[in-house]
């Protein structure tokens, strides 16, 4: 009815065979994931201090290229910086962005159980919170 197996198994089925493609264990998967929402934040909110600088976004920023390298094994992010030329963004797409960023960094962090992480995440959501807040009070009243 069915046509046997000709050929070995990609897959390694058997209890003690090692293959030959490498496996990164669970931390190390949360550590690539918490790094690339880090980075992504950190690409935005350089977006955001290219738009309104502020000593505020400057920390932020240093502190999230510090967790960036941290979690890369000291390798540092690479930095955007954004064109001049193009037209400005709503500033408010781009909080809501690094608030969804943060959040979900966020939770990574928290599942990782990295504190430090953690807490910048935190802030960060709670500083763009503070930041939309602002702009719905400007345009609104």
């Known amino acids: 009815m069915y046509e046997p197996i000709r050929t070995k198994s990609v897959h390694s089925t058997m209890a003690g065979t090692t293959s030959d493609f490498p496996h990164r264990s669970r931390e190390e998967e949360l550590d690539i994931q918490l790094a690339g929402h880090l980075a992504a934040l950190l690409a935005v909110t350089d977006e955001l201090r290219a738009l309104a600088p502020s000593t505020d976004l400057d920390t932020a920023a240093e502190r999230l290229a510090q967790q960036v ?66 702009q719905k009070l400007t345009t609104a009243g």
């Open 69 to 134: 390298a941290r979690l890369r094994g000291g390798r540092t992010p690479v930095r955007t910086t954004p064109a001049a030329d193009r037209s400005e963004p709503p500033s408010a797409a781009l909080h809501e962005r690094a608030h969804t960023l943060a959040g979900r960094a966020l939770v990574v962090a928290a599942s990782r159980a990295d504190t430090a992480a953690a807490i910048l995440a935190a802030e960060r959501m709670d500083a763009h919170s503070a930041a939309l807040a602002e």
